[in-house]
């Protein structure tokens, strides 16, 4: 499998603003990464002559560096350009578009916690939107379930009545930077 370049000097940069409201406690673990998807993939990959399938892959990510701004607000810079556009398999330019961003946050760390996960898809960010993720508050630091990955909701409304007075809100907000 080809190995995706990261272009050396990106320009369309877009700030993303997470902001952590009503958290039951501290989060000493933030990672996160934008998610990029090659999107002509079968013109640019080879098949898998006896499987007929594309053995390559469709999709990498970049890792994403938040910086702690006070206790309840994290930035980050991301580009969309960030991977090249390149002829990796001999067959033509494979063209790479930026799909979106995924946080992880947890507790500390461990693999037993809780790992909360909002998320901008590439609408959001191209058209720098917000977006508020819901999540409940008994599931931290951590669920029943090691490692449980708990993606939120987008409403309150969506949880149980006695639920929705025990929730927290993670809000990501995506701003174009001009060069």
């Known amino acids: 499998d080809a190995v995706y370049q990261k272009n050396p000097h990106p320009q369309k940069a ?24 090659i999107t002509n993939h079968q013109q640019c990959t080879p098949i898998e002559p ?7 892959q469709k999709e ?26 390149a002829d990796y398999y001999g ?13 992880s946050l947890k507790a500390s760390g461990q693999k037993i916690e809780t790992n909360f996960s909002p998320s901008l898809e590439k609408d959001q960010i191209f058209e720098s939107r917000s977006k508020a993720t819901y999540f409940w508050r008994g599931g931290y630091p951590r669920s029943k379930v090691d490692d449980y990955p708990d993606t939120g ?3 309150a409304d969506n949880y149980a009545e006695p639920n929705r007075r025990d929730l927290f809100i993670v809000t990501l907000k995506a701003e174009r930077l001009e060069p």
């Open 14 to 37: 877009y700030r993303i603003t997470m902001t952590i409201e009503d958290a039951p406690g501290p989060f000493g673990f933030v990672e996160a990464a934008a998610f990029y998807q």
């Open 50 to 56: 006896i499987a007929g399938v594309w053995p390559s």
């Open 60 to 85: 990498d990510s970049v890792p994403v560096v938040f910086q702690k701004i006070d206790a309840r607000t994290y930035v980050a810079t991301i580009y969309s350009d960030e991977m090249i556009d």
């Open 91 to 103: 067959k033509g330019p494979c063209h790479c578009q930026l799909t979106g961003v995924g946080v």
């Open 153 to 155: 909701e987008a409403s």
